[in-house]
């Protein structure tokens, strides 16, 4: 096991996000809108080798995938399997669904997919599944008929938790405060931000005030832009939350040169490499993160296990996860990496991607 996976997992030890609502299960256990006639699980099948898995991404470029993307071919490596990464350059809802019928149409193995949009890709997912394609969401899921396994990175109350902790810490518990997001269709955001505000709402956190929720389509200029734009519509404000990578990175670079530095704090979900320079210069006290690469890396396992009989998706049957060991399906077909990792300036030299 190498020694980033050896950290994660003794960072990571209890709960993940839940991203989007229920699902129903059959008689059986499966999600309902499964291909009739699955058969049962056999934990014992071997892990087949030779599978073809297409890894798909909210967008190509995007510094976080691209980490995701690496641990998803250190999986496929590992199990003798072809991970085939595509997907669109921006991330529009329906931008996704020409990948995924492709996908089956090439009669890919399994489809590892983070969801633009819960709905618009899930048609497009249901028909694939239908022709035997087996679906993984991560990330951002899917409705969840239309997937087969929901990796989750940490659970939305952890994250949300986190976020409105650290961002009243950073701005001495009083004050405006307001979230810059990615793509308002986005179900992690949306249920992130949910649980956010319900958080907010505790006699805690009384003097601290949401004014806005803005989008930045997780687009660097974009992002930028609105970051600019909340502090000229919020002249008191003292903190923004983005709990995307992009929208976070790209915050941290207008406030950097800006006349806000220190004046206003900033926190969300961000890579170590992308953030470490605001973290040294003071622009940011803290962000959190789980390793993206080992959400890559678990979902292509599972995508594996899927194709090879070993698990349907069934709340309760266990798969093995390479270097990240034995895991277990929760409820609505949930796997659950591990709680977010906080970084500040005493740690973040410890994390490299």
């Known amino acids: 096991m190498n020694t980033r996976l050896v950290l994660a997992l003794v960072v990571s030890g209890a709960v993940a996000l839940t991203a989007c609502g229920g699902t129903t299960k059959d008689s059986a256990g499966q999600n309902t809108g499964a291909p009739t006639g699955t058969a049962a699980a056999d934990p014992k099948a071997p892990l087949k080798e030779g599978l ?12 976080y995938f691209t980490v995701a993307q690496k641990g998803a071919e250190q999986a496929g490596t590992a199990i003798k399997s072809e991970v085939k990464a595509t997907g669109p350059s921006d991330a529009a809802a329906s931008s996704q669904v020409t990948y995924i019928n492709t996908a089956a149409q090439q009669r890919q193995n399994a489809l590892v997919i983070s969801a633009n949009d819960a709905n618009a ?37 952890d994250i949300a938790v986190g976020q409105v902790k650290m961002i009243a810490e950073a701005i001495g518990g009083s004050g405006e405060i307001a979230i810059l997001s990615a793509t308002p269709n986005a179900t992690n955001q949306n249920a992130w931000i949910e649980t956010m505000k319900t958080e907010l709402a505790k006699p805690e956190y009384a003097n601290v005030k949401l004014v806005e929720t803005a989008y930045g389509n997780d687009d660097d200029q974009t992002s930028f832009q609105k970051t600019q734009g909340l502090l000229q519509a919020h002249p008191n404000l003292k903190g923004i939350i983005s709990p995307t990578t992009v929208g976070v990175a790209a915050a941290a670079r207008y406030l950097s ?31 959190a993160l789980w390793d993206p690469s080992q959400l890559g890396y678990l979902a292509t396992y599972a995508a594996a296990a899927l194709a090879s009989g070993q ?25 659950v990496l591990g709680p977010p990792t906080v970084f ?10």
């Open 344 to 353: 500040t300036k005493d740690n973040i030299d410890k994390f490299d991607f």
């Open 311 to 335: 698990i349907t998706g069934a709340e309760g049957e266990k798969f093995k996860a390479g270097d990240l060991g034995e895991r277990t399906i929760g409820a609505k077909g949930e796997v």
């Open 52 to 63: 073809k898995i297409t890894f798909l991404p909210k967008q190509v470029n995007n510094p």
């Open 121 to 157: 890709v899930a048609p497009a997912l249901k028909t694939a599944r239908q022709q035997g394609l087996k679906v993984v969401t991560f990330d951002s899921d899917a409705a969840p008929d239309a997937r087969d396994v929901f990796i989750n990175q940490a659970t939305a109350q």
């Open 257 to 287: 040169s800006s006349e806000y530095k220190g004046k206003v704090q900033l926190t969300g979900l961000g890579t170590p490499n992308q953030m470490r320079k605001f973290v040294q210069d003071g622009t940011v006290k803290s962000f």
